[in-house]
């Protein structure tokens, strides 16, 4: 079993900044996938970066360029970048991990986290 906890998210002007960060516990994190998803209001969840256990990374184009998923082993920690954020980035945000190679559509998540609210004012 692995425990998912997101922080990080918040309320932020168009073109400013977060990071979230997404605390692992339970078993072994260097053998997982992990990734960020996220859902806007009336809008089903969708994929937004993944980082495979080889530091493989993949981001949906609406974020690259902006966006950079980063992993510390050492911690059991992913981390969501957002640099230049726009009001359509506005979503609850949440990670999960997966037993795969990727994850990139909910299918691959064995794990979520609570999620974490990210809203971009205009």
């Known amino acids: 079993q692995v425990q998912l906890v997101e922080s990080g998210g918040g309320l932020v002007q168009a073109g400013g900044s977060l990071r979230l960060s997404c605390a692992a516990s339970?078993?072994?994190?260097?053998?997982?996938?992990m990734g960020w998803f996220r859902q806007a209001p009336g809008k089903e969840r969708e994929f937004v970066a993944h980082?495979?256990?080889?530091?493989?990374?993949a981001y949906v184009d609406s974020v690259k360029g902006r966006f950079t998923i980063s992993r510390d082993n050492a911690k059991s920690t992913v981390y969501l970048q957002m640099n230049s954020l726009k009001p359509e980035d506005t979503a609850v945000y949440y990670c999960?991990?997966?037993?795969?190679?990727?994850?990139?559509?909910?299918?691959?998540?064995?794990?979520w986290g609570q999620g974490t609210q990210v809203t971009v004012s205009s």
């Open positions: 999960a991990a997966g037993w795969g190679a990727t994850v990139r559509r909910s299918d691959d998540v064995n794990y």
């Open positions: 339970g078993r072994t994190f260097t053998g997982y996938s």
């Open positions: 980082i495979s256990w080889s530091r493989t990374t």
